[in-house]
Protein backbone atom coordinates (compact mmCIF):
# COMPACT_ATOMS: atom_id res chain seq x y z
CA UNK A 1 0.00 0.00 0.00
CA UNK A 2 1.14 3.37 -0.99
CA UNK A 3 2.18 6.21 1.90
CA UNK A 4 3.25 9.34 2.08
CA UNK A 5 6.79 10.40 1.57
CA UNK A 6 8.92 13.04 3.97
CA UNK A 7 8.04 15.78 2.32
CA UNK A 8 4.41 15.06 1.73
CA UNK A 9 3.57 14.76 5.30
CA UNK A 10 5.78 17.94 6.16
CA UNK A 11 3.27 20.03 3.97
CA UNK A 12 0.17 17.97 4.79
CA UNK A 13 1.15 19.88 8.71
CA UNK A 14 0.36 23.00 7.23
CA UNK A 15 -3.21 22.39 6.32
CA UNK A 16 -6.48 22.18 8.22
CA UNK A 17 -6.77 18.82 9.80
CA UNK A 18 -10.12 17.97 7.77
CA UNK A 19 -7.64 18.09 4.54
CA UNK A 20 -4.97 16.40 6.47
CA UNK A 21 -7.49 13.27 6.95
CA UNK A 22 -9.12 13.45 3.25
CA UNK A 23 -5.49 12.82 1.99
CA UNK A 24 -4.14 10.41 4.56
CA UNK A 25 -7.64 7.92 4.11
CA UNK A 26 -7.68 8.84 -0.31
CA UNK A 27 -3.79 7.12 -0.40
CA UNK A 28 -4.94 4.27 1.66
CA UNK A 29 -6.93 3.22 -1.63
CA UNK A 30 -3.98 2.32 -3.77
CA UNK A 31 -2.81 5.49 -6.30
CA UNK A 32 0.08 6.43 -4.81
CA UNK A 33 0.08 10.24 -4.64
CA UNK A 34 2.43 13.16 -3.38
CA UNK A 35 1.25 16.53 -1.52
CA UNK A 36 3.51 19.30 -3.37
CA UNK A 37 2.19 22.22 -1.99
CA UNK A 38 -0.16 23.40 1.02
CA UNK A 39 0.79 26.98 2.88
CA UNK A 40 1.87 29.98 1.21
CA UNK A 41 3.68 32.83 2.18
CA UNK A 42 2.61 36.22 0.39
CA UNK A 43 5.33 36.34 -1.01
CA UNK A 44 5.48 33.31 -2.91
CA UNK A 45 2.29 33.69 -3.51
CA UNK A 46 2.76 37.40 -5.60
CA UNK A 47 5.03 35.82 -7.16
CA UNK A 48 3.01 32.91 -8.44
CA UNK A 49 0.07 36.22 -9.34
CA UNK A 50 3.00 37.52 -11.56
CA UNK A 51 3.50 34.01 -13.36
CA UNK A 52 -0.61 33.94 -14.05
CA UNK A 53 -0.34 30.63 -11.90
CA UNK A 54 -2.71 32.17 -9.44
CA UNK A 55 -6.11 34.42 -9.92
CA UNK A 56 -6.85 35.75 -6.82
CA UNK A 57 -4.84 38.29 -4.38
CA UNK A 58 -3.33 36.72 -1.33
CA UNK A 59 -6.33 37.79 1.01
CA UNK A 60 -8.65 35.45 -0.85
CA UNK A 61 -5.91 32.41 -1.94
CA UNK A 62 -7.22 29.30 0.38
CA UNK A 63 -3.58 28.72 0.54
CA UNK A 64 -2.97 31.59 2.77
CA UNK A 65 -1.86 31.20 6.37
CA UNK A 66 -5.35 31.77 8.33
CA UNK A 67 -5.41 33.07 12.12
CA UNK A 68 -5.49 29.13 13.13
CA UNK A 69 -1.99 28.84 11.10
CA UNK A 70 -3.47 26.36 8.53
CA UNK A 71 -4.29 26.94 5.11
CA UNK A 72 -6.97 24.99 3.10
CA UNK A 73 -6.03 24.17 -0.03
CA UNK A 74 -3.54 21.64 -1.28
CA UNK A 75 -1.87 20.25 -4.69
CA UNK A 76 -1.85 17.03 -5.29
CA UNK A 77 -0.38 14.57 -8.29
CA UNK A 78 -0.51 10.86 -8.29
CA UNK A 79 3.36 9.80 -8.20
CA UNK A 80 5.54 9.28 -9.37
CA UNK A 81 4.59 12.54 -11.11
CA UNK A 82 3.60 12.86 -14.95
CA UNK A 83 3.01 16.61 -15.77
CA UNK A 84 0.13 16.25 -18.45
CA UNK A 85 1.87 19.23 -19.98
CA UNK A 86 5.43 17.71 -20.47
CA UNK A 87 4.52 14.42 -21.91
CA UNK A 88 5.73 14.69 -25.22
CA UNK A 89 2.88 12.18 -27.07
CA UNK A 90 -1.00 12.66 -26.94
CA UNK A 91 -0.55 9.06 -25.60
CA UNK A 92 0.85 10.23 -22.27
CA UNK A 93 -0.58 13.26 -21.71
CA UNK A 94 -4.25 11.48 -21.90
CA UNK A 95 -2.65 9.18 -19.68
CA UNK A 96 -0.98 11.65 -17.50
CA UNK A 97 -4.47 13.35 -17.34
CA UNK A 98 -6.50 10.40 -17.01
CA UNK A 99 -4.50 9.64 -13.50
CA UNK A 100 -4.91 13.04 -12.01
CA UNK A 101 -8.76 12.57 -12.86
CA UNK A 102 -8.86 9.30 -11.00
CA UNK A 103 -7.28 10.82 -7.97
CA UNK A 104 -9.75 13.49 -7.79
CA UNK A 105 -12.42 11.16 -8.24
CA UNK A 106 -10.97 9.50 -4.92
CA UNK A 107 -10.58 12.49 -3.01
CA UNK A 108 -14.39 13.68 -3.72
CA UNK A 109 -15.32 9.90 -2.90
CA UNK A 110 -13.15 10.11 0.58
CA UNK A 111 -14.37 13.70 1.27
CA UNK A 112 -18.16 13.23 0.65
CA UNK A 113 -18.17 9.91 2.73
CA UNK A 114 -16.26 11.37 5.52
CA UNK A 115 -18.35 14.51 5.44
CA UNK A 116 -21.58 12.58 5.43
CA UNK A 117 -20.38 10.62 8.24
CA UNK A 118 -19.53 13.75 10.27
CA UNK A 119 -15.88 13.14 10.53
CA UNK A 120 -15.21 16.41 8.42
CA UNK A 121 -16.78 19.19 8.07
CA UNK A 122 -15.77 20.91 5.01
CA UNK A 123 -16.55 19.80 1.43
CA UNK A 124 -13.75 19.44 -0.98
CA UNK A 125 -13.55 21.73 -4.11
CA UNK A 126 -11.29 20.64 -7.14
CA UNK A 127 -8.90 23.03 -9.44
CA UNK A 128 -10.74 21.49 -12.76
CA UNK A 129 -13.93 21.56 -11.78
CA UNK A 130 -14.26 25.03 -9.83
CA UNK A 131 -18.51 24.76 -9.78
CA UNK A 132 -18.49 21.27 -9.01
CA UNK A 133 -21.16 20.47 -11.50
CA UNK A 134 -18.66 17.79 -12.99
CA UNK A 135 -18.71 19.28 -16.55
CA UNK A 136 -14.81 19.87 -17.24
CA UNK A 137 -15.01 22.50 -20.28
CA UNK A 138 -17.01 25.20 -18.54
CA UNK A 139 -14.05 27.11 -17.21
CA UNK A 140 -11.06 28.98 -17.95
CA UNK A 141 -8.32 28.42 -15.53
CA UNK A 142 -7.68 24.47 -15.38
CA UNK A 143 -5.87 23.87 -12.15
CA UNK A 144 -5.77 20.42 -11.85
CA UNK A 145 -3.48 19.97 -8.95
CA UNK A 146 -5.57 22.09 -6.91
CA UNK A 147 -7.81 21.15 -4.43
CA UNK A 148 -9.61 23.14 -1.55
CA UNK A 149 -11.71 22.91 1.46
CA UNK A 150 -14.92 24.92 1.23
CA UNK A 151 -17.87 25.70 3.89
ZN1 LIG B 1 -3.54 25.90 -5.59
Request: glycine share 6%; hydrophobic share 40%; aromatic share 14%.
Amino acid sequence: MPYFGKHSLILLENLHQDGQIIAKQAITVGLDFSIIETARDKETHDYYLKKKLSKVPYEKTKHRIYPDNFCRAFHAIPYPIMWPDKQKSIDKKILALNRIFILAGILFGISTKLRNDGIIRHKLRWGGDWDKDFIFDDQTFFDYIHFELIE
